[in-house]
């Protein structure tokens, strides 16, 4: 997995006290990212993470207020290095619906193993904290970009000319619902693959869309 941009998100400001050691907090975020990349979030302890970083757990909780804080922060810096990826795939040569399958196998990809971290964030929908914003303000940028992929796909024939916003918008709604209802034995590969067929061609038969056409009988008064 490709480092943490060294760019700090708005969450887990040291607490005040001692000024903070200059990459002290990156540090901690690199060591924190392997350990629950390999580990289920309840079964990692504050205690392996700060002998991981060489800190004590005290300066530890200096720089996150929890373990939740702490994994979120690495969940964020990874989305903006998921943005930096799909940024690239948008500016490369390949066609603009293979790259929506792309930024699809990414999304999907990344969150594969982070499935509860919209657990967290979903805690806190009607009580909204700053973790909530700042998934909001992540979302948004990433909205932004996906909605490029279809102007583009649109541009170019293939896509309908459909809202971008919404198709977007029902496009993270098909990830968040494959990610979250996964079983056993589901593949990324094959569950982008599926994702991706649905979308594009649509769940509807030429002939359920000729029957939708079709005027409706008036209903008469009972």
Not at 8 to 34: C, F, K, N, Q, V
Not at 57 to 82: C, M, N, P, Q
Not at 90 to 115: N, Q, T
Request: aromatic content about 8%.
């Amino acid at each position: 997995m490709p480092p943490l941009a060294a760019a700090a998100t708005p969450l887990s400001r040291p607490a005040r006290g001692r000024p903070p050691t200059p990459g002290l907090r990156e540090s901690i975020l690199h060591a924190a990212e392997d350990i629950f990349t390999r580990r289920d979030f309840h079964e990692v302890q504050m205690d392996e993470i700060a002998a991981a970083s060489g800190v004590g757990k005290g300066t530890l909780y200096r720089y996150f207020r929890s373990k939740r804080d702490l994994y979120l922060a690495v969940t964020f810096g990874g989305i903006e290095r998921l943005r930096t990826e799909l940024d690239a795939a948008l500016r490369s040569s390949e066609p603009p619906a293979r790259k929506i399958e792309h930024l699809v196998r990414c999304m999907l990809g990344y969150f594969w193993d982070r499935r509860l971290f919209f657990a967290f964030i979903h805690q806190h929908e009607h009580r909204p904290d700053r973790d909530t914003h700042e998934w909001l303000r992540q979302r948004e940028l990433l909205v932004r970009l996906v909605r490029r992929a279809f102007d583009q796909a649109i541009t170019t024939g293939h896509v309908r000319r459909v809202d971008s916003r919404i198709a977007t918008e029902m496009l993270f709604g098909m990830m968040r619902g494959v990610s979250r209802y996964r079983v056993r034995g589901d593949t990324l590969e094959a569950l982008v693959t599926a994702l991706v067929d649905i979308f594009m061609h649509g769940v509807g038969t030429p002939t359920g869309r000729r029957t939708l056409t079709r005027r409706r009988p008036a209903k008469g008064p009972e």
